[in-house]
């Protein structure tokens, strides 16, 4: 057989290409020697073709080229397929990694792939190759013996070739080509390789030799075979074979010439490439070279069984018979597998088929299937059947599901991969079990395969349609209306909206049946729906079009012949109408092009359809009309009056101006104009004319009732009958001579004025004359008319005065109703001012009001003793609203978030340290990275799931567990509100622990400060710690003088300024040093460096890494030394210019910036200094503050400058940090800053920065006045306005968070420690002790767990306690004055709330109206809604009932109750009666005061939470992005260690063992590296012995570490391992000569650059 390469290369000679033995001759013996390795390189390409070629033969597949088939080998895949070639059901194909070899193209190889050389070593195992033959896995993956594995590929073809299940491998000496290139390549491999190469030839004699059989007469008896067969006699070879010892089985006597024939030309061509190979020199002729071995005759014996058998079988898939089909296969010398009876018939289709396959490939021959060929038809036909079975049980549980009637039965076994159906969709099972219980119940029988196929295939697309049409999209709609398996017939794309809109009306009409979805029949229906109306509105369309075209026509009956056209749908078409019709479309068409000023305008339907239906209604009209006309024609011939009047008046006719009381007259009018017109023409046909309504003319005949819209031409008017114009004008005349007398009899009042008009003319004239005669007369008239009003009024007066004097009170009475109307004008008046000036007005009132509000404001403010008639408008703001509910309830769950965010990235953080150490370690190789990875999966799990949560356990609804909960909420009450446990257990605690009991359990106990209460808690706990602590009350302090607060490092001082840096205060330092930090990190030209000494090296080192030469200079100097240099003492003024500069910044802002110091920070500064001075009462001022600020700026400040990337000052990247030069900067402004606040100053060593001391001495003395500022700051009591009654009054019960595994922890500390925290054994603190018991296990506390769960990650799950005291003073005991006070104001707030009064003593004496108790009533109602509401929302919002209880009481009651209360209050001297109780009221007024600040403080949390919680995402996402970052780094770590064995390392193997390559190294003598400048000296050795030493610089297994050997004159002196990581660390710090062998100075920067050229190639 042959492939591309023997093709490429062409047949080579029966010889090898490397010349004779007579060439060889003379050659020298180098030359021979070199002939004989590429004579032995050949030989294996050799073998590495016929291995090539026979793994592609039984693997059906191709190899890479010869010379890369080694290579190709190392992934195993190729082995593996012929594993799986040997022993399929050991080595099935889905088993072999990467089967099709993409990652190993793209990646290389993985440790994985060492699996698939695993599986062929197996199939070797299993097939029963001796041990002898098999490679080590190593050999393969590793490269590391590669010829062994290809001896073992010949030793297993010539074993299978025996079993008869394998072609034998073909020899190729001689008979192919290498190029040049190949054998030398081929050679340095072997060499490489360093092995002897195996004895190819001698595989037969070692098979042979490993049967357990007498070798002797098995070696003679094969000799015997071979002998027989080169004398060609049948029955001699057929004896020799049949021989026993010779151990051949499988022999048919009738097959006897077949063995002769293959078995001679067998042993002819082993001779020949036997004769070909000794040629070769180095030949070593065995006897085996030329005779066939046991394992090959018996090969060949199996060949020729095959092939009979093969024939046989071809014979009987001629004839078609499976049950002699079944014989046939079953044949021993086919030795096929998993033949199966009940499968004939399927063998004899698959055979029959692959038969015909063979033959039409081969041209029309018939061509035998071969082994190979009948065992996958074999194969593949036991699948058929298997997979025919299966689907015969998925039809028959399909079928059952369908009779069951359950829907999701049906939906599982359909979806069974088995039924070997296409996918269903499982939101349409009802779909499914509908139709196909329909298609069941038709066919009265079970459904088979292919109608449930067809049915899945049909229903899964009618269900994608379904789908479709809730989405809401015609295109996608339409999309699967096509799919071909859905089978809807003539879906247009036009019509896309439409199906939609169809599909929508259909669903929603089913969605009221079980089965919601529509089915094909329903969608078909409605397809065929929207086209049928579709195609009807197109020929609508095409008829309008004609009807429009027949009106431009202008004939009537063609215009009638389009309307009546069914594809119209026009309605109430009479053909009679035809001509009314064409003259009304004609007109409207018109109509419409004047409108449209479009002549090309078309008349649509709805146009057409209502011109249709008006010429209809005019014909209508037209006939009552010409019917009533007739009518009046015989009335008049009948001359009945009454019912002519009826017709006349009939609204059909529509006749005007008709009378009643005219109809006589119109009788005889009408009768008249009858006769006069009869005599004018015909009479007697009964046909007139009329004009309807819109004036068109109307003929009628009265005899036959027949109507036309135009006159026919065999019509003759009928002069004997009237028209209805005639009558029209016969009545309008009557009716307007009747009308005229009607008008003279209603106008007769306009006839009277008009003779008074005329009579008054002529008075007027009369009385012009008289006027005239008057005037000439004029002063006699009026000397007459004087006298005569003189004597009348005279008289009047005097009888005026007469009635006055009569009647003088009815005057009076007058007067006074007469002043009260004016009054009442101007107060209207006033009115109507206002309303017209109504906007002025009320903001004249609001401003009033305003003012008033605001002065009661101030009252209640600021007034020392406010009236109680101010305090009674503003004490509604004590209740709690819906508002003061909800914001409760959403601050509580803020709170919850904030805890658990801070304590997971805590933990994170923690993991995150850890993972640094870790990868740390791995860089030096002191832990494995097996441990990276495994807290790599740990930091996965934190970011994957950051909460646990318990559900058992101690949370579990059961009496037990209920008290313990209680008892645990109880006694964390206690440690929460009396600061003295913890403050004693602090220092109880060994100091290696008390950071971390902080964080695990004091800040969890006070919610890391979450509100105002637990700040305020917290702080009463650093107080009490710090006083006892710096006064010497605890035996454990460490603070005997002043300075001890700065060396000794207190443990309370370290945790006060921990929480405040790290919890409470961090965004204010954030605020504070953020843009100061990023300032000096953004400026690239800021380096500051004062180290003369650094300097000096930096200088030095930069020269001589620049230049690659030696200085010159000396590598050690002092600060001295180093100063003398021109250049050193420039660089220092340039750094000390930028440090001031830098310094001077951050000075400024910092000491403008007190109020971003947190309150906490200042208070705690406050009670240091006050216990300073308390302890040391002699001390200055100036030394107390120095201690005050180094808490403040040193401690607190000062670490967050020098490293801001660990406080959060900044933000970084995981895999970005701060450089070396950013730092320097930034720990030197920092440095001046501490001496600044310490008032140090620079000297000694450090003289050269004496220029900064004058500078730190003014900037000391602002810190002193900034240190003296921040101690002023008011008690926590004022500031958060909290006293010890405040749990009393809250809202809301203190809840915390905190974890199983911290419970326990402080529970074993508090037993632990007890004593010591309570010497007395009747302290509160036993009690509850006792009641909790032995610290329980933390199994009880999670209650049932499960045992794969992670016990460890599961004590870390948080739970929820409300605290609560154990020892409240119960409801009704009035023994406490505290107390007391506290539910009297409660009382008294709701008694002036409902009754008003000057002061407290006259409310209480005034009784109380039924109004006033009806209103305290309703208030308590209102009160009771809202805690309702507020305990019904998930949230622990309860109110204290021992407080509330007396607030329900009756109003007079309560009044009864506050006046005992007041009077134990006088006695108690907390108020006094004599202003009147003035104490209790301004109590009130500060509750309200504070409840006002509270609300405000709430809202201002509420948005400070919410920022903390910003905060701490971000900075989870920096956590996360740093988990990500590890990640990847350990991911590389992972690909560095598969490609591992690819480079020039240490190779890793995965068996054991390792194997060392060649290293690389360099000599150098001493002399020369002294020449270089890289040797200094050497002690007690002088310079002209130094090229007797010898120095040998070689790589090692590990990256980075060198071997240095010594030698002196070839004799080994010493070695050391020389690490270049210590190098750059030393040149790091400024170290520029080293010590090797504790004798050799070296230049470390010019060995760095020694062996960065020679081993780095920079």
Not at 63 to 77: D, K, Q, S, W, Y
Not at 1064 to 1078: A, D, F, I, M, T
Not at 1226 to 1232: D, T
Request: aromatic letters at 6%; hydrophobic letters at 40%; glycine letters at 4%.
């Amino acid at each position: 057989m042959e492939d591309e390469d023997q093709v490429d290369r062409g047949v080579g000679h029966n010889r090898a290409a490397y010349g004779t033995i007579e060439d060889n001759a003379r050659l020298s013996a180098e030359e021979m020697d070199e002939k004989r390795k590429e004579n032995i390189a050949y030989e294996y390409l050799c073998h590495l073709e016929e291995a090539k070629v026979w793994i592609e033969a039984c693997i059906n597949d191709h190899l890479p080229m010869t010379t890369e088939i080694e290579e190709g080998l190392r992934n195993g895949v190729y082995l593996a397929k012929l594993g799986h070639f040997m022993k399929p059901e050991l080595v099935p194909l889905k088993r072999i990694y990467d089967r099709d070899q993409e990652r190993y193209n793209v990646r290389g190889l993985h440790f994985r792939h060492t699996d698939n050389i695993n599986h062929w070593v197996n199939a070797l195992e299993h097939m029963g190759l001796p041990q002898i033959f098999y490679p080590e896995t190593t050999d393969i993956y590793d490269r590391k013996n590669m010829p062994r594995v290809i001896y073992c590929i010949h030793a297993l073809s010539l074993y299978m070739f025996k079993l008869g299940l394998a072609p034998q491998i073909e020899d190729l000496y001689g008979k192919i080509k290498f190029t040049d290139e190949e054998i030398s390549a081929m050679r340095k491999e072997l060499e490489k390789y360093g092995i002897q190469m195996p004895a190819f030839s001698k595989i037969g004699g070692i098979l042979a030799n490993e049967m357990p059989v007498d070798e002797a007469a098995l070696h003679a008896a094969v000799i015997a075979i071979n002998d027989a067969i080169d004398r060609q006699v049948i029955p001699d070879t057929l004896g020799a074979i049949q021989n026993p010892a010779a151990h051949l089985v499988n022999i048919a006597p009738d097959y006897a010439a077949g063995y002769q024939d293959i078995l001679h030309s067998a042993k002819y061509t082993k001779a020949e490439n036997a004769r070909n190979k000794s040629i070769d020199p180095d030949y070593e002729p065995d006897v085996y070279d030329e005779l066939l071995t046991q394992a090959e005759i018996q090969g060949n014996i199996n060949k020729v069984n095959t092939s009979r058998a093969l024939e046989k079988l071809d014979e009987v898939l001629q004839k078609q018979d499976a049950s002699l089909l079944l014989q046939a296969l079953k044949n021993p010398h086919l030795n096929l597998r998993d033949v199966q009876p009940d499968n004939a018939e399927f063998y004899l289709v698959r055979l029959m088929k692959d038969r015909d396959v063979k033959k039409n490939n081969n041209n029309g021959e018939a061509v035998m299937l071969d082994k190979d060929e009948v065992q996958t038809a074999v194969s593949e036909s036991n699948k058929e059947a298997d997979t025919e079975y299966q689907k015969i049980l998925a039809v028959q549980a399909i079928n059952a599901a369908v009779s069951s009637g359950d829907a999701q039965q049906l939906l599982a076994a359909l979806v069974n991969p088995k039924a070997q159906l296409p996918p269903v969709e499982e939101y349409a099972a009802n779909l499914y079990m509908e139709e196909f219980a329909n298609i069941k119940e038709e066919k009265q029988a079970d459904l088979d395969y292919e109608e449930i196929l067809g049915g899945v295939r049909v229903l899964s697309a009618i269900a994608k349609i379904n789908l479709a049409v809730e989405t809401g999209d015609p295109v996608g709609t339409f999309n699967t209306l096509l799919d071909r398996n859905a089978h809807i017939q003539n879906p247009d794309e036009s019509n896309q909206k439409k199906y939609q809109d169809a599909l929508v009306t259909a669903k929603v009409a089913k969605a009221e049946y079980e089965n919601e979805l529509l089915t094909h029949f329903e969608i078909q229906e409605t397809v065929d729906m929207v086209n049928s109306q579709v195609h009807e509105e197109h020929e609508r369309i095409v008829a309008i079009g004609l009807i429009n075209e027949a009106v431009d026509r202008g004939v009537p009956q063609g215009t009638l012949e389009a309307l009546q056209m069914a594809t119209a749908k026009l309605k109430d078409i009479e053909p009679k109408q035809a001509v009314h019709y064409q003259n009304l479309l004609a007109a409207e068409k018109q109509k419409k092009a004047q409108k449209t000023d479009d002549d090309s305008a078309q008349l649509w339907v709805d146009e057409i359809q209502a011109t249709v239906n008006t010429a209809n209604r005019h014909a209508e009209e037209g006939n009552k009309m010409s019917v009533v006309v007739a009518a009046v024609n015989i009335a008049v011939d009948d001359a009945d009056t009454q019912n002519l009047l009826n017709l006349l008046t009939n609204p059909d006719v529509a006749l005007c101006s008709v009378t009643p009381e005219c109809g006589s007259i119109y009788l005889v009018q009408l009768q008249e104009a009858k006769n006069d017109k009869t005599g004018a023409g015909d009479t007697g046909s009964g046909w007139m004319m009329n004009k309807a309504k819109e004036g068109h003319k109307f003929y009628f005949n009265i005899n036959t009732m027949e109507y036309a819209w135009e006159r026919p031409e065999t019509v003759v008017k009928d002069h004997s009958l009237l028209t209805r114009e005639e009558i029209q004008k016969v009545v309008t005349a009557v009716t307007a001579e009747h009308d005229r007398e009607l008008l003279f009899k209603s106008n007769e009042p306009i006839i009277v004025k008009l003779q008074a008009r005329i009579r008054g003319y002529q008075a007027r004239e009369a009385f012009n004359n008289r006027m005239n005669f008057m005037k000439t007369q004029l002063p006699a008239i009026v000397q007459i008319q004087a006298w005569y009003r003189g004597q009348r009024q005279h008289k009047k007066y005097r009888q005026r005065l007469g009635e006055l004097k009569e009647n003088e009170d009815s005057a009076i009475k007058i007067q006074a109703q007469v002043r009260m109307y004016l009054a009442r004008q101007k107060y209207k008046e006033r009115q109507k001012y206002y309303k017209a000036n109504e906007p002025q007005i009320v903001k004249i009132q609001a401003a009033w009001r305003s003012n008033m509000a605001r002065h009661d404001y101030m009252q209640l403010m600021h007034a020392e003793n406010p009236p109680i008639s101010v305090v009674r408008k503003f004490v509604h703001l004590l209740d709690q609203s819906d508002i003061d509910y909800t914001e409760e309830i959403d601050l509580q769950k803020l709170r919850q978030q904030v805890v658990t965010e801070i304590r997971s990235n805590q933990q994170l953080e923690l993991d995150l340290d850890q993972m640094d150490i870790k990868i740390g370690l791995l860089v030096k190789n002191r832990i494995t990275l097996q441990d990276v990875i495994t807290h790599d999966r740990k930091l996965k799990n934190y970011k994957e799931n950051t909460r646990g949560s318990v559900n058992k356990g101690l949370k579990a609804l059961s009496k037990e567990s209920r008290e313990r909960l209680e008892a645990y909420q109880h006694l964390f009450y206690l440690l929460q509100t009396n600061p003295r446990y913890l403050a004693k257990l602090i220092f109880e605690m060994p100091q290696s622990r008390t950071t971390k009991f902080m964080e695990s359990v004091i800040l969890t106990l006070y919610n890391y400060a979450s509100n105002q209460r637990e700040e305020y808690l917290l702080l009463k706990l650093f107080k009490t710690a710090l006083e006892e602590e710096i006064s010497h009350v605890l035996k454990h302090s460490k603070v005997d003088k002043m300075s001890d607060i700065v060396t000794g490092n207190p443990m309370v001082v370290k945790m006060i300024v921990g929480f405040n840096r790290n919890a409470r205060g961090q965004g204010s330092l954030r605020e504070l040093l953020n843009p100061l930090v990023k300032a000096v990190l953004e400026d690239k030209n800021l380096a500051i460096n004062t180290n003369p000494i650094e300097v000096y090296k930096a200088w030095v080192n930069q020269m001589e890494t620049q230049s690659g030469k030696a200085s010159g200079l000396p590598y050690d100097a002092t600060n001295e030394q180093a100063l003398e240099h021109e250049e050193v003492r420039q660089r220092i003024d340039q750094s000390v210019q930028a440090l001031r500069k830098a310094t001077d910044l951050f000075l400024k802002h910092i000491l403008g910036a007190l109020d971003k110091i947190p309150y906490g920070m200042r208070y705690m500064a406050k009670v240091m200094r006050d216990a300073l001075k308390k302890k040391f009462p002699d001390a200055p001022e100036k030394d107390v503050l120095k201690i005050v600020g180094n808490l403040i700026y040193y401690r607190y400040i000062n670490s967050a400058i020098v490293a801001p990337d660990a406080f959060d000052i900044i933000d970084v990247t995981a895999n970005k940090g701060l450089t070396t030069d950013q730092r320097r900067n930034l720990g030197s402004v920092a440095k001046i800053l501490q001496f600044a606040a310490s008032n140090k100053g620079f000297g000694g060593d450090s003289a050269h920065l004496a220029s900064m001391n004058s500078y730190i001495r003014e900037a000391h003395e602002k810190f002193k006045k900034y240190f003296k500022e921040a101690c002023d700051v008011e008690e926590p009591d004022v500031v958060f306005n909290i006293d010890q009654y405040t749990d009393v009054t809250m809202v809301t019960k203190p809840v915390i968070f905190i974890s199983i595994r911290e419970i326990v922890d402080t529970h074993q500390l508090l037993l632990d420690h007890q004593d010591a925290l309570a010497p007395d054994h009747s302290d509160l603190l036993h009690e509850l002790l006792e009641d909790l018991g032995d610290t329980p296990d933390s199994d009880i506390l999670l209650g049932d767990v499960d045992e794969t769960s992670n016990k460890t990650q599961l004590e870390k799950s948080e739970i929820t306690l409300t605290l609560s005291n154990k020892y409240e003073v119960p409801e009704g005991d009035q023994t406490d004055i505290n107390n007391m006070v506290i539910r009297t104001k409660r009382m008294v707030v709701d008694v002036i709330r409902c009754q008003p009064g000057e002061n407290l003593t006259q409310i209480l004496n005034t009784p109380a109206t039924d109004e006033q108790e009806e209103e305290h009533a309703a208030l308590v109602k209102k009160r009771d809604k809202v805690d309702k509401r507020a305990t019904d929302k998930e949230a622990n919002l309860v109110r204290q009932q021992s407080v509330m209880s007396e607030t329900r009481l009756a109003l007079s009651t309560m009044k009864t109750k506050v006046k005992k209360n007041l009077h134990a209050l006088v006695l108690a001297g907390v108020v006094s009666h004599k202003d009147h109780y003035q104490a209790i009221v301004n109590m009130i007024v500060q509750d309200i005061r504070n409840q006002r600040r509270y609300r405000q403080r709430r809202k201002q949390e509420m948005i400070r939470i919410r920022d903390t919680l910003q905060s701490l995402s971000t900075k989870r996402a920096f956590f996360e992005e740093q988990i990500d970052y590890y990640n990847r780094y350990v991911k590389t770590c992972l690909d560095n260690l598969r490609t591992k064995g690819k480079k020039t390392h240490k190779r890793f193997s995965f068996f054991g063992k390792d194997t060392d390559i060649k290293q690389v190294s360099i000599k150098y003598s001493a002399s020369k590296l002294h020449e270089k400048g890289v040797v200094l000296e050497i002690e007690d050795l002088p310079m002209n012995q130094f090229k007797n030493v010898l120095f040998e610089i070689a790589t090692t297994e590990d990256a980075g570490v060198f071997d240095v050997n010594a030698k002196f004159m070839g004799v080994q002196m010493e070695k050391v391992d020389l690490i270049f990581q210590d190098l750059l660390q030393l040149q790091y710090e400024g170290v520029a000569v080293m010590k090797m062998f504790n004798r050799a100075k070296v230049n470390v920067n010019l060995l760095i650059f020694l062996l960065n050229k020679k081993f780095y190639g920079k």
